[in-house]
Every structure is written in C-alpha cells, then in structure tokens.
C-alpha cells in the first residue's frame, strides 16, 4: 500500500468530497450539528481542471446547494494568510450577490454558509484557548441572540485546538481523527464513525491511483512555489526598507559605516556602497 495522501491537501479533499456528495452531507451535518440535519445536495463545481493546480491563489473549494436552496463554499486552509477574514467574507458575500441578477427581488435570496477546516490556529489569544469550533453570523452586538436574517454564515474549525480540547460531538471528532491522523492506522482502526471510514476508504483508493498522486503532487508543489515567492517578496520588500533606513542615517546622521551596518543589519559593504551613491 503506497503512502496514503494527505486528505488536506486541497486537490485531495476536493475529490473527496466532490465526487461523494453524501460524504460531504455527513461532514456539513457533523461540523453544523446544532443547526438542522440537511439530507440531500448537489456539487455545483464537481469538475478540477488541471491547470488551476499550477495557479497562484487558486482555491480548490467546494460549492454545493442544499434542496431548500442554501449554498455552501467548504474549504481547507492549511497555511494562514494576513487577509484571511477579509478574504473569507468576500467570497460569502460574493455567494450572496451571485444569485440575483437585475430585477430580482431581494426575497429570492438563499443562505449562504461557509465552512473552513484551518490546519492551524487561527485565535491564538489566552483567552481564546478553550475554543475550536465558531460560528460566525449578524448579530447585535449588545444583543447577540438577535440575529439579522440567515443570510450569511460562517463556520469555522480550528482542526489542530480542537483535536487538543477534545469534547466535541463523536462525527466531528470523528472528520478531525480523519484530517490529523490518516497515516496512523491505530487511529483509524479505532475510528467507528461510518462516514468518516468511508472517507478513509475512498482516500486509500485515490492514494492508490497515479495519476491522483502526480495531481496531488502538482498542486503541492504549487503551493510550495507560491509560499516561496511572498517569502522572496517579503524579504525584497524588509531589504528595501533596511536600504532605505541606512540612506537617510548616512544622510542625517555622523554615524560611520560599521555602526549603520551594525544598527540595519545590512552587509559593511552595502552600506559603504550606499554611501557612494550606489
């Protein structure tokens, strides 16, 4: 049996669940099980083209409508990014917009919900240490059990705190065992949650097929090189600024080269260069 894929890995969840849409159902059901069980949906963007595993930003999330009408965007994020809210509330809204066209009524919007597994901890403050699961909707902020319509929600699980507190619902329990261990098969065997073994079953099949791995590859590899560039950019950006500091300390200061080096960080030679004009 090959190494088994890691299910978060954005190609991997998305032929996951994608082409199992009663996985997906029972995944929905655990991470939302205060809210009314649903029983039946359909993957509006079931289809990965090939070419989005190369792109830059590219998020291989999951669209899907419920039979009332509510729309779903579930997605796995494993790396945080400086503009994840922002982000997160785009996409939803965009969900909401998308749905009218000029000349609809209002009254035809549907809910839009978002749910998103972060591999990594999202709320690091003390105080938000005994929390994992959120829920995030429109809510007065002096009365928070008033809530202005269900048009917008967003779910959030913090897969790595909440495995750590434990005391959630057992399916829940049961996807987080899935996402953080698919490789120790004493957990898995332990794992009694139906739907959740049959995610681990169709995960041992893909990680068998060699085209899935070469995919699941590409797409690694392309957010390796995409984590790289923002690293290079940001270190050509805080390279810029250091210059920057040593040109106005060589101009309005009576420091000599070693003690601007010393100060910014930046080589003898660069600052001697930068104090030639270079």
Not at 87 to 92: D, F, G, I, N, Q
Request: net charge negative; hydrophobic share 40%.
């Amino acid at each position: 049996m090959p190494t088994l894929l890691d299910p978060k890995n954005d190609y991997v969840f998305k032929r996951l669940f994608a082409d199992e849409p009663d996985l997906l159902i029972a995944l929905i059901n655990a991470v939302r099980y205060r809210a009314p069980a649903i029983t039946s949906i359909t993957v509006r963007n079931p289809a990965i083209d090939a070419s989005e595993l190369h792109g830059k930003y590219i998020i291989l999330d999951i669209l899907a409508v419920d039979a009332d009408g509510t729309r779903y965007n579930i997605e796995m994020q494993v790396r945080r990014q400086r503009a994840y809210s922002a982000r997160s509330t785009y996409y939803l809204a965009k969900m909401i917009c998308d749905q009218l066209s000029v000349g609809d009524a209002y009254e035809q919007l549907c809910p839009v919900i978002g749910i998103h597994l972060l591999d990594f901890d999202l709320f690091g403050e003390p105080e938000h240490q005994s929390q994992a699961t959120w829920c995030f909707e429109m809510r007065d902020i002096d009365a928070p059990s008033v809530r202005l319509g269900e048009e917008l929600q967003l779910n959030v699980i913090e897969l790595k705190k909440a495995e750590r507190l434990g005391q959630l619902p057992p399916a829940l329990s049961a996807w987080i065992t899935l996402f953080e261990h698919w490789q120790e098969e004493e957990a898995m065997s332990a794992m009694t949650d139906t739907p959740a073994r049959r995610a681990y079953d169709k995960l041992k099949t893909l990680s068998a097929d060699e085209e899935a791995r070469r995919l699941a590859f590409v797409r690694e590899r392309a957010l390796h090189d995409e984590a790289q560039l923002i690293l290079e950019a940001r270190e050509e950006g805080r390279d810029n600024a250091l210059r920057q500091t040593a040109k106005t300390m060589i101009r309005d200061s009576s420091l000599d080269d070693a003690t601007i080096a010393a100060y910014t960080g930046l080589p003898l030679t660069e600052v001697a260069k930068l104090r030639l004009g270079g």
